[in-house]
Structures are given as structure tokens and as C-alpha cells.
């Protein structure tokens, strides 16, 4: 090998580039049905709302939105999502909450400031791809609880709590990505009963939370948390309005015991100084102006149909080749290849059928930090539209007859 002046880091020895940066090349394919996407639909973006947003920031607040803010966030946007917290059960002072840049930023710092090498991390089996890159790149060994159609199996891991006392455990509990899956309310006390217990740290992420379809999911482990004595102490909260709102933004939020957020705010100054005023201002005014509760309802119904869609697709289509829980909320459907009647099984050899017939899905091996189930894949409903749904799903069936 040839000398270089560019020496990496050895931590960069921990993570690759994730495998579906290679199936996600193959997307730009004319004529390609995808499932395989993780992004919300940029055409239920309130596009009238934010303009309008922008301009009453720049008029009322041109110095806030345009220069350099508090490293915590811009006090408005903190206050606006304090109300919000509220509205949904969980009481949080303005104080109490940092905006980031993006939910990952939050994940970054939670990986800064808490994981050293050869830390134990606990996550879902199977969970978001970008947080087991992110905590392997702190050196984490992540250990992986599974996960079935209520969420994560709670006695499993309190087992692995005790076994392998992790720095922390991440979940997300409600619409999971990939997973679809949302703890239930029982399990989710359990949760908070076992955080407790054993002096764990649980982070929730939840960006898909206020993406629900027919009814609202169980209340947050923060908000539950009120009820179960020593818990609180014990929570780290991700919020996005990436989902909501718009991921172009870039703005999430973290909740964390006081000691933890201090941390976080010193290390996000060395980071980025502050999440973009400018982006700040405009989503403190989106949220003041009233706006996001129908626009949300709109997205509600647009994605419930969506989902309902494929799930009915699926169903009538592929039958018992495949198995799955229809989400009750979120972006994604976590199915499984059930190898019947000799049918493919495999989630790769699957997907490379299914992009010759013109469908992209995410085979759901790289969501796993251990023992992967090649079986699985993730197919997100939320770009297409009910008929390009339809079409997608009548390729996968003939995919699954191909050789
Ligand atoms: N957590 C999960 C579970 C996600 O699926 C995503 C993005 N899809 C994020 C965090 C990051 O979201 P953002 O940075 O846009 O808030």
C-alpha cells in the first residue's frame, strides 16, 4: 500500500458503510417501485406553513434566527417544545429539554458523552441502522434484546441488564424502525420498573410516536414515568420534528437527568455551537402558529391508508410466504420470509429478484448488532401512493415465483 498522509482513526476499524448504501445505488432504475426508503413524504410537508413561519421569524426575530444561539436552543423553540411534551403526558420544563440537530445529533452525544471502549450498549434486535454505527463508532460491544410484535421481550432483557450491567439501553418503543413494533402499556411499565430496579439508564427515541393511525399509542416511557417511583431518574427522551415537521430542518430534542444534559451541551459545543437559529425560529413559529395539529392529521391518514394498503397487499398476494404485524403507526412493515412450500427465504436473495421485477425493499439482516434473521425485510409504505403500492406488492408476488 502506497504512503498516505491520511492516517484514520482506529475506531473507524468498527463500522463499515452500511450494506444499503449498495442496494440504495441501485434505486435510481427507471420505473423503480421502492419500499426501501426511510423518509417521510416530502408532499405532506406544510409547505404554505413554513413559509409563512420563515417570514414571521426573519420580521419578528431577524437577530434570534440569524445569529449564533444558546448551544441548549433557542429559548422559544425550547418553550414551544415543552408545551408539546405537556400535551402529550409528559411534563417538561423548557429547561429541562436541549434541541438538537436532528435526533441523530442526540444519539451522537449520547454516544460521546457516556460510551468509553468496550462499553456494553443493549439495543432491539432488530433497531435503526445509524445508532448501532454511532455507538460501535464509540467503541461500544452492542447486545441485542429481541423484539416480537409488542416490543422488546422485557424478561429477556432484564436478563441481559443483569448479565452485562450495559452503560445503557436503547429502545424505541412506539412504531419501531424497522421493527413497526410498539410496546405495549404493560410491558412498557415493566420497562420503567426495571430501569429502576437495577439502576439502568434507558434511552426512548421516538420519532415516530405522533405518526399513529387509528389511535394513539401508549403513553412515552417519560410520560409514564411519573408513576413509577425512581424511574425518571433513570430516562433519556429523543424527539424529532423530522417526522412531523420536516427533516430538511434538522431539529430533534433530548430529555435527560440533569448531570447527562450538562455533559451533552458541553460536548455539542465542540460539535456544532448551536442547532441553525435560523431553522429554530421558523419551527418556534410553525409551532406557535397552530398549524401542526392538522397538518399531522393530514399525515395520519395519509400513511394509515398507505399501510393499510401494503399490509392488504401483502396478505393477498404473497400469502403464506410471508409473515408480518400490521404497525399501528410509523413508516415501516418488519415482515419475514417464511420459506413455505419451498419459497425463498432468504431476505437478500429475495431482494435481488425483487429489483430485476422493479421493487427495492431493505432486507433486514443489517438491522441486527448480532445473529441476524435473514428471513427478515423492512418495506416502508410512506413515498408511494395506495396504486403505486399495489403494483409494488403485484411485482413482489411475481419475484417470489421467479428464479
Ligand atoms: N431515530 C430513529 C429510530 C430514526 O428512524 C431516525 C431517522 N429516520 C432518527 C433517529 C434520526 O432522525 P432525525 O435526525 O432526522 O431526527
Not at 444561539?69 to 418553550?79: I, K, M, Q, V, W
Not at 434511552?203 to 417519560?222: H, I, K, N, Q, T
Not at 408480518?324 to 403507526?329: E, I, L, R, T
Request: contains cysteine; negative net charge; glycine residues 8%.
Amino acid at each position: 500500500m502506497s504512503a498516505s498522509a491520511v492516517r484514520f482513526a482506529d475506531r473507524l476499524d468498527k463500522v463499515e458503510t452500511s450494506a444499503i448504501r449498495e442496494l440504495f445505488k441501485l434505486l435510481g432504475k427507471p420505473g423503480i417501485i421502492s419500499f426501501a426508503g426511510g423518509f417521510p413524504d416530502v408532499a405532506l410537508v406544510d409547505v404554505d406553513g413554513i413559509r409563512a413561519a420563515t417570514l414571521a421569524a426573519l420580521e419578528q426575530e431577524p437577530a434570534g434566527a440569524l445569529q449564533y444561539g444558546a448551544t441548549e436552543g433557542y429559548t422559544p423553540l425550547r418553550e414551544q417544545l415543552s408545551s408539546f411534551m405537556q400535551s402529550k403526558g409528559a411534563p417538561v420544563a423548557a429547561d429541562q429539554l436541549i434541541v438538537t440537530t436532528g435526533s441523530q445529533q442526540a444519539l451522537d452525544l449520547l454516544g460521546k458523552t457516556l460510551i468509553s471502549p468496550g462499553d456494553k450498549v443493549i439495543v432491539e434486535g432488530p433497531t435503526f441502522l445509524a445508532t448501532i454505527q454511532c455507538f460501535r463508532l464509540y467503541g461500544a460491544e452492542l447486545v441485542s434484546a429481541p423484539v416480537d410484535g409488542d416490543g422488546v421481550d422485557v424478561d429477556h432483557l432484564e436478563q441481559l441488564i443483569v448479565e452485562h450491567r450495559p452503560k445503557f439501553v436503547y429502545l424505541i418503543p412506539t412504531f419501531g424502525n424497522p421493527s413497526g413494533a410498539t410496546l405495549t402499556l404493560e410491558r412498557r411499565k415493566r420497562v420503567l420498573e426495571i430501569a429502576a430496579k437495577h439502576q439502568t439508564l434507558i434511552v426512548e427515541d421516538d420519532p415516530y410516536g405522533d405518526l399513529w393511525f387509528d389511535a394513539p399509542p401508549p403513553p412515552s416511557l417519560l410520560a409514564l414515568s411519573e408513576q413509577v417511583p425512581g424511574s425518571r431518574d433513570c430516562l433519556v427522551h429523543c424527539g424529532s420534528l423530522s417526522k412531523t415537521l420536516s427533516a430538511g430542518l434538522r431539529l430533534g430534542w433530548m430529555i435527560a437527568p440533569p448531570e447527562l444534559l450538562a455533559k451533552a451541551v458541553m460536548c455539542k459545543q465542540f460539535s456544532d455551537a448551536n442547532s441553525s437559529t435560523f431553522a429554530q425560529a421558523t419551527a418556534a413559529q410553525y409551532l406557535k402558529s397552530g398549524r401542526m395539529k392538522a397538518n399531522l392529521e393530514k399525515a395520519r391518514a395519509v400513511y394509515a391508508e398507505r399501510a393499510r394498503a401494503l399490509c392488504e397487499g401483502l396478505r393477498a398476494e404473497l400469502g403464506d410466504a410471508i409473515e408480518f404485524v400490521a404497525p399501528q403507526g410509523g413508516l415501516f412493515v418488519w415482515a419475514r420470509l417464511t420459506g413455505a412450500r419451498g419459497q425463498v427465504a432468504d431476505g437478500n436473495e429475495f431482494s435481488r429478484r425483487a429489483i430485476e421485477q422493479g421493487v427495492a425493499f431493505v432486507p433486514g439482516a443489517p438491522f441486527y448488532c448480532e445473529q441476524p434473521d435473514p428471513a427478515t425485510l423492512r418495506l416502508s409504505f410512506a413515498t408511494s401512493d395506495v396504486e403505486k403500492i399495489r403494483e409494488g406488492v403485484s411485482r413482489l408476488a411475481r419475484a417470489l415465483h421467479a428464479a
